[in-house]
């Protein structure tokens, strides 16, 4: 700033106050045991208001763990097993006294691949897989 008195400056930092992430971007095969995470990051001397929140396709809440440290709150949706009507977003949500803030994701289950066989006589079987040639 420059007036008459002189110039003054002063560095100001840009930071979001509340954070929410969710891992992994991966897609699990029905019949697995699978998890998601959101990892909730605080600015320092904010609070989480209420819980971490985790929402369905349909917009439902559904239940989680928690684990928490300093300004961050981990929450984790567990799939054992995951099934394949398991998929679709899903959507955590975190309130501080900074604001709200959701992320989402699209859980897209695999559903695994038959194993075929193929007998050439009564006695004699062969086992394929997915790419296997005869």
Known sequence: VLNAL??????LMAFDPLTVTISPPETP?????????CTVSLA?????????????????????????TTNIYISTLEF??????????YTCQATSSAGTVMNATVLTVQIP??????????????????????
Do not use: C, Y
Request: charged share 20%.
């Open 80 to 89: 054992n097993p995951v099934v394949t009507s398991h998929g679709g977003e």
């Open 6 to 11: 002189g110039t003054a400056s002063k560095e």
């Open 29 to 37: 095969t029905a019949g697995e045991s699978f998890s998601l995470t």
């Open 44 to 68: 320092e001397g904010d609070s989480l208001i209420g819980a971490v929140q985790w929402m369905d396709p349909d917009g439902v809440l559904v239940s989680s763990t928690r684990q928490t």
């Open 113 to 134: 691949l038959p194993t075929i066989s193929v007998s050439r006589e009564p006695d004699a079987s062969v086992l394929l897989r997915h790419g296997d040639n005869l």
